[in-house]
Every structure is written in structure tokens, then in C-alpha cells.
């Protein structure tokens, strides 16, 4: 998995509650994305990083948040979760801007009750 | 917008076959193109890439095609194996410098003993 973990692998929680997805990498590559997959769609993403504070929307950016205050380290965050969020979510990383290809964690499964 | 992977959602061949798995694109801007793989449950995982000033790349027992006339990408597999079940979706990247990949669906390839 290119040295990209995720936590939690697994989680399920309520309507109305803030949700915090972390991707954590060790080989200080400079991109990291947030994606979303789900059944019938292609990988959508959510929002990517191009180095620490910097960071730009996706495709489905509405109702998520994201920061990155390390190279290492780059969080999701659902204020305030909905069903429709129910997905399951992968972190990518890409090394720098001479690269094209993304590489991706093993995922995280949310569920939204 | 741009659409790629326009794909067949299921492909069985037998063990020891050849495989081919298609991928249509609608727009021509793409300057790359990327296969990935994914197993249940786990993340996706990069197989090959090609240019679009490139026809064929090969990789180990892997083979992409890209036809530029007719906006299709394929995938060939040699001699395929058991372990080579797994989705299979192709990738495009229209001008976000790496960042913004357009994603298809996929193809589900079951490998039958």
C-alpha cells in the first residue's frame, strides 16, 4: 500500500455526528487525495493536497472538510454526517508533480446510520 | 465533462487464457492513462500506465493498447491466473497535472478453473 495506512478501517456512526478519517503516510510524498467509491460510480474525489496547508476541492467536496498540518498526515473530517456519505473512502498519495501515478490505501468503510 | 471507462462489468475466462479488458473514453485531452486493480476489500492497486503519445506498453504479463481514432484503452493479460480475479478499471488524466484523474467503473474478471 505505498507506505499509506488509514484509520479506522471501520466505523460506523449516527446522522448528525462529526466523523474524522485520517491518512497517514511515511514516505513524505507531497500529494495526498481523498476519494470516495461507491457502487455504479468510479472513484470520485473528494479533495487533494499539494503540500501542508495547501489544499484544494474535488468533485464532491460539499460536506466535507480536510487539513493538513504535516506532510505525513492528512484528515478528512464529515461535520456533521449524512447517510448519503455512507461510502467507502481511500487516501491516495502521489510523489511529486513529475509523477502522475496515484497509489492507494487499503480504505476505510463508514457507515452512516 | 469527461467520461473514461466506459467498461463490460463482468469478464469470465478460463485459467491459462488471455484476457482482454476494454476501456472507453470520451474526450481526447487526456495526456495519460493508467490501469489499476482491485480485490475485494482492499484498495486499488497500480498495474501499468501509458502516454498518449504512446500506441503499446508492456509490463510483466500485462499489455495496454491505446487507440487515440476511436478513444479506447485495453488491457491484456497473459495467461491468466486465479489471483487475477479482481475489478479492473481504467484511469484518465485531463489536464489537472496529476491531481484530478478521472475514474471508470471498472470490470469484474472472474477466472473459472
Known amino acids: 500500500d505505498a507506505g499509506i495506512t488509514q484509520s479506522p478501517r471501520h466505523k460506523v456512526t449516527e446522522t448528525g455526528t462529526p466523523v474524522t478519517l485520517r491518512c497517514h503516510q511515511t514516505?513524505?510524498?507531497?500529494?495526498m487525495y481523498w476519494y470516495r467509491q461507491d457502487p455504479g460510480h468510479g472513484l470520485r474525489l473528494i479533495h487533494y493536497?499539494?503540500?501542508?496547508?495547501?489544499?484544494d476541492k474535488g468533485e464532491v467536496s460539499d460536506g466535507y472538510s480536510v487539513s493538513r498540518s504535516k506532510t505525513e498526515d492528512f484528515l478528512l473530517t464529515l461535520e456533521s454526517a449524512t447517510s448519503s456519505q455512507t461510502s467507502v473512502y481511500f487516501c491516495?498519495?502521489?510523489?511529486?508533480?513529475?509523477?502522475?501515478?496515484?497509489?492507494f490505501g487499503p480504505g476505510t468503510r463508514l457507515t452512516v446510520l | 465533462g469527461e467520461s473514461v471507462g466506459l467498461h463490460l462489468p463482468t469478464l469470465s475466462v478460463q485459467e491459462g487464457d488471455n484476457s482482454i479488458i476494454n476501456c472507453a473514453y470520451s474526450?481526447?485531452?487526456?495526456?495519460?492513462f493508467i490501469w489499476y486493480k482491485q480485490e475485494s476489500g482492499k484498495g486499488p492497486q497500480f498495474i501499468i500506465d501509458?502516454?498518449?503519445?504512446?500506441d503499446k506498453r508492456q509490463g510483466q504479463r500485462v499489455t495496454v493498447l491505446l487507440n487515440k481514432t476511436v478513444k479506447h484503452l485495453s488491457l491484456q493479460i497473459a495467461a491468466t491466473q486465479p489471483g487475477d480475479s479482481a475489478v479492473y478499471f481504467c484511469?484518465?488524466?485531463?489536464?489537472?497535472?496529476?491531481?484530478?484523474?478521472?475514474f471508470g467503473t471498472g470490470t469484474q474478471l472472474k477466472v473459472e478453473l
Open positions: 493536497s499539494y503540500g501542508v496547508k495547501d489544499t
Open positions: 474526450n481526447s485531452a487526456s495526456d495519460y
Open positions: 484511469a484518465g488524466d485531463y489536464g489537472g497535472g496529476g491531481n484530478k484523474l478521472t
Open positions: 514516505e513524505n510524498h507531497r500529494y
Open positions: 491516495a498519495i502521489r510523489a511529486d508533480r513529475h509523477t502522475d501515478t496515484q497509489y
Open positions: 501509458i502516454r498518449s503519445n504512446m
